[in-house]
């Protein structure tokens, strides 16, 4: 039998592969794009020596004729790598595929955010896609469940985002302030201009170089397209928490009826979302880790309002973005 080439397999540029989120895009590439061969791109789209499997490599600058090549272009790094590729492919009129997994191209107008909830969110067309963020994305696929079980008044979600949606600069910032306050050592700021370590914050410090609250609008927007009129928007509140990796969510969700635990995990259970039930371990970050899709539990009815319930829902936000981006990535392959 004739052995298959490169060039027959499904061609994906990805720039940004030495990025948090973009080796978490290649595991799951690897194990769930039998047939895809993955070429390799700085994070800023220009040539420079990167890492693979512990030994440098350089990394050839994408191009027009490295986006020519490729069906699918998945950008997970800087900005300036992501503006680059947006600008390669629209020279070719929409045939090839961007996919931008750091939303960074989020304002162009060919840009729609799609996730994991059916809906219109999700386009037959296009070919520019924001991979939805992935707190947005949790936060949608709990209310529009439960909104096709029950019809809901109101609801409330705290966030407790961890260090990891910051990429490696945030996650080694709060492992050098969690090792400095043991070792009583000076932190670095420069990441969140606050203490993170030990401590939960509603905001960064005046000199963080992105603020708290324009994640947490941007979570806002992406709940708002991906719900629609499915049920009323829910308050939001994001949170920084003293943790490496995997969302938190605390829901407070009203209801027309009076709630019943069993009936709401029983709505709230699918492929995609795992429920708990009391008997069992409370969902949280570390079990989250390096899975795929939801996990929900600790579910009560609230003491002070009988038609009202509290809900636990973790998720692993690197891989909640990576299964977003495999999902399109075999649309695309399956078009001719």
Not at 41 to 67: I, Q, W
Not at 109 to 131: D, H, M, Q, R, Y
Not at 198 to 203: E, K, S, Y
Not at 259 to 273: C, K, M, N, T, W
Request: contains cysteine; glycine residues 8%; neutral net charge.
């Amino acid at each position: 039998m004739a052995k298959t080439t490169s060039s027959e397999l499904f061609q994906i540029a990805l720039v940004g592969g030495e990025t948090l989120l973009g080796g978490e895009l290649k595991q799951v590439f690897d194990s769930q794009l039998k047939t895809a061969f993955l070429t390799e791109y700085a994070s800023t789209g220009e040539g420079s020596f990167g890492e693979s499997e512990g030994e440098a490599v350089y990394l050839d600058p994408l191009d027009a004729k490295a986006v020519g090549a490729s069906r699918a272009v998945v950008t997970a790094g800087a900005a300036a790598g992501s503006l680059k590729a947006y600008s390669l492919a629209k020279a070719l009129k929409g045939k090839v595929a961007v996919i931008d997994c750091a939303g960074h191209l989020e304002q162009e107008p060919e840009a729609v955010v799609v996730s994991p909830v059916p809906g219109e969110a999700n386009p037959k067309g296009g070919w520019l896609f924001i991979t939805a963020q992935p707190a947005a994305a949790a936060i949608a696929e709990t209310l529009v469940r439960l909104a096709r079980w029950r019809s809901i008044v109101r609801s409330v979600v705290n966030i407790f985002e961890p260090a990891s949606e910051r990429g490696k600069a945030g996650a080694g910032e709060l492992h050098q302030q969690t090792s400095g306050l043991l070792a009583f050592r000076g932190i670095e700021k420069d990441i969140f201009d606050a203490q993170a370590a030990f401590n939960l914050l509603p905001q960064y410090g005046p000199a963080a170089p992105l603020k708290l609250v324009a994640t947490e609008r941007r979570i806002e927007r992406h709940v708002a397209l991906l719900m629609g009129k499915t049920a009323p928007l829910p308050s939001i509140r994001l949170i920084q928490a003293p943790v490496f990796h995997a969302y938190s969510l605390s829901f407070w969700i009203e209801f027309e009826k009076n709630v019943d635990v069993e009936e709401l995990g029983q709505a709230l259970a699918s492929a995609q979302i795992e429920v708990r039930e009391a008997k069992q371990e409370a969902p949280n970050g570390i079990g989250a880790a390096g899975q795929s899709g939801l996990i929900a539990g600790d579910i009560r009815v609230d003491r002070n309002n009988p038609r009202a319930a509290w809900l636990w829902v973790v998720c692993d936000n690197l891989r909640m973005t990576a299964d977003i981006a495999v999902t399109l990535l075999r649309s695309i392959q399956s078009k001719k």
